[in-house]
Nanobody
Framework: QVQLVESGGGLVQAGGSLTLSCAAS????????MAWFRQAPGKEREFVAG????????KHGKDVKGRFTISGDYAKNTLLLRMNSLKPEDTAVYYC???????????????????WGQGTQVTVSS
């Protein structure tokens, strides 16, 4: 069983930076995809960025491309999200997620991810 625990959220001013971390207990299969999603109040949970654990291919959502960078350390079972140039509209709860083994495409649909963390709050003040 895989458990995911996010950390690194907090309050930051617009234009600032934060790095989120997701620690996985239980080995994430190298043939899985890991991703970050976020959910703002009153909105649907949306895809932020994803990475293939086996090859390190990445995909970033259009709203964060150029500002956020996803990375992972397979040996440490850790997923990171570096967030720069933060905007008030980035305010949300950020979730770490993982797919089952055998996933080679970075899907943006949340239904394809079976493991989820509890989330970490990111608040960006204007």
């Amino acid at each position: 069983q895989v458990q995911l625990v996010e950390s690194g959220g907090g309050l930051v001013q617009a234009g600032g930076s934060l790095t989120l971390s997701c620690a996985a207990s239980g080995r994430i299969s190298r043939s899985s995809v890991m991703a970050w999603f976020r959910q703002a109040p009153g909105k649907e949970r949306e895809f932020v960025a994803g990475i293939t654990w086996i090859g390190g291919d990445t995909k970033h959502g259009k709203d964060v491309k150029g500002r956020f960078t996803i990375s992972g350390d397979y040996a440490k079972n850790t997923l990171l999200l570096r967030m720069n140039s933060l905007k008030p509209e980035d305010t949300a709860v950020y979730y770490c997620a993982a797919t089952p083994p055998g996933t080679t495409v970075i899907f943006t649909a949340r239904s394809l991810y079976i493991y989820w963390g509890q989330g970490t709050q990111v608040t960006v003040s204007s």
